[in-house]
């Protein structure tokens, strides 16, 4: 009988990033050892001189390098790093990465593929599951292993009930999206892993398509995630005029706004 693997994605465009998916590993090491299941974390990208060549147009300054990456991974459980390298990875791009993953993907096929719930991981793992004819459950808070089988606990209909969603008969492999919250970091290990670096070749850009610009987010913006104090508003507060006191109160307070479902909808908030 073949040993199941499971394999986490690390996203290296910028140490947040990176931290998320060292969150999603420490929810995954528990299920790799409940189902006896290797455990291996992925990386893409290309050697820090690929970058510096490419800062002039454009700004690639917070992406993690992959050689440090590598190194610090190696002592968090995981059984092998594995580093998929290529010039054209220099630069984080959904279609790309999702493209390079599916093809390497199916010549070891692992028994899950996680990867951190954010816009680049969803797009990610719906082309990878099209591409592989895999399963996809999204969403997940929670891994868990039931008789021998995945289960992950998605929350639905707005968070109100919590779905727990298996793999059909007949689907050995599956690409999970995990919300990377509720839980710390993985703590480095004594024992290190081995580091599989894996030039890639014959690997090219999407035609049709150029990235003219990448810029980060002004150091202003933070994550609800990281913040001490959040202030939330639902429809209750009537309009967009109502739902700026939620604005005046956080500023106040030094917090983060928050909202509900409605006004999202209603585009009183982002």
């Given at each position: 009988?073949?040993?199941?693997?499971?394999?986490?994605?690390?996203?290296?465009?910028?140490?947040?990033?990176?931290?998320?998916?060292?969150?999603?590993?420490?929810?995954?090491?528990?299920?790799?050892?409940?189902?006896?299941?290797?455990?291996?974390?992925?990386?893409?990208?290309?050697?820090?001189?690929?970058?510096?060549?490419?800062?002039?147009?454009?700004?690639?300054?917070?992406?993690?390098?992959i050689e440090g990456a590598a190194e610090h991974a190696a002592a968090l459980g995981v059984t092998t790093v594995i580093c998929l390298e290529h010039p054209h990875l220099r630069v984080p791009r959904a279609d790309l990465y999702a493209h390079v993953l599916a093809e390497f993907i199916q010549t070891r096929r692992p028994w899950l593929v996680l990867m951190p719930l954010n816009d680049f991981g969803r797009e990610t793992a719906a082309i990878c599951a099209q591409r592989c004819q895999a399963g996809l459950i999204a969403d997940c808070t929670e891994l868990t292993?039931?008789?021998?089988?995945?289960?992950?606990?998605?929350?639905?209909?707005?968070?109100?009930?919590?779905?727990?969603?298996?793999?059909?008969?007949?689907?050995?492999?599956?690409?999970?999206?995990?919300?990377?919250?509720?839980?710390?970091?993985?703590?480095?290990?004594?024992?290190?892993?081995?580091?599989?670096?894996?030039?890639?070749?014959?690997?090219?850009?999407?035609a049709g398509l150029q990235i003219v610009r990448r810029t980060m987010e002004s150091g202003e913006t933070r994550r609800m995630e990281d913040a001490e104090t959040v202030v939330v508003g639902g429809a209750g507060l009537g309009d967009m005029r109502g739902f700026g006191l939620v604005r005046e109160l956080a500023a106040a307070l030094g917090g983060e706004v928050g909202a509900t479902r409605p006004p999202v909808l209603y585009h009183w908030v982002e």
């Open positions: 009988m073949i040993k199941r693997s499971i394999w986490v994605y690390g996203d290296l465009r910028t140490a947040r990033h990176w931290q998320d998916c060292q969150k999603v590993l420490a929810k995954a090491l528990p299920l790799a050892h409940t189902a006896g299941a290797d455990i291996h974390l992925l990386l893409l990208g290309t050697s820090a001189g690929d970058i510096a060549a490419e800062r002039s147009t454009l700004d690639l300054s917070a992406c993690v390098p292993c039931d008789n021998n089988r995945f289960v992950g606990r998605c929350p639905a209909w707005g968070g109100q009930i919590l779905a727990h969603i298996t793999m059909a008969d007949g689907w050995p492999m599956a690409f999970v999206t995990v919300q990377p919250h509720g839980v710390a970091v993985a703590q480095p290990q004594p024992d290190r892993a081995a580091i599989e670096r894996i030039a890639l070749e014959n690997v090219e850009l999407p």
